[in-house]
């Protein structure tokens, strides 16, 4: 079975603080497929990324950033200098032999002004 | 603007009303899938269809009915619905769900949120 935990419900920052959004995960694959997806307000969940279980590598793009720890079953989502237009919830989601993604509950993030 | 499109946006219906929801893709994918989304809960997969055949049902009430008449589009019908049935159902497509290539991302629509009175 596969299971995505987001223990972050909610999460308020003010703008141009740095954020991390946690994800923990749960499968018996040896290969997956994380990802993250972003829910605006309008409702559809843009994806922001994929990482697969070979690639620890971290990666930054522009003031995202994500951490894959394996060892620890985390892939945990880190905004930079946090702009307003951040708020969202955010998802994250696991893709395994079952072919069905799983995703976690979500983190509603809000940045303040 | 993701590439599937959703309609209607809102939706309020009786319990004793029949309704669809549509979702259209325009990214010449292969797979389309409908998840419910409930206040404060993960999201649900409930149909899955690749080239228009369903390969997964995951336990949804028989009052909710899919129809994929082609690649490009995916019916919700609905009918006699419980109020606990109000959600955000989504749509989305990816390129395939072939059982040796599973890592391609969805792409959602915006949804239609349903209210059930």
Redesign the interface.
Known sequence: AQK?TQAQ?EISVVEKEDVTLDCVYETRDTTY?L?W?KQPP??????LI?R?SFDEQNEISGRYSWNFQKSTSSFNFTITASQVVDSAVY?CAL???A????????TQLTVLP | ETGVTQTPRHLVMGMTNKKSLKCEQHLGHNAMYWYKQSAKKPLELMFVYSLEERVENNSVPSRFSPECPNSSHLFLHLHTLQPEDSALYLCASSQDITATDYNTEAFFGQGTRLTVV
């Not at chain 1, 309008?42 to 994806?47: A, D, I, P």
């Not at chain 1, 072919?99 to 979500?106: I, M, N």
Request: glycine share 16%; charged share 10%.
């Open positions: 995505v419900t497929y990802f997806y309008s409702g559809e969940l843009v994806f994929r697969n998802f893709l395994g032999s072919r069905q993604l799983t995703f976690g509950s979500g």
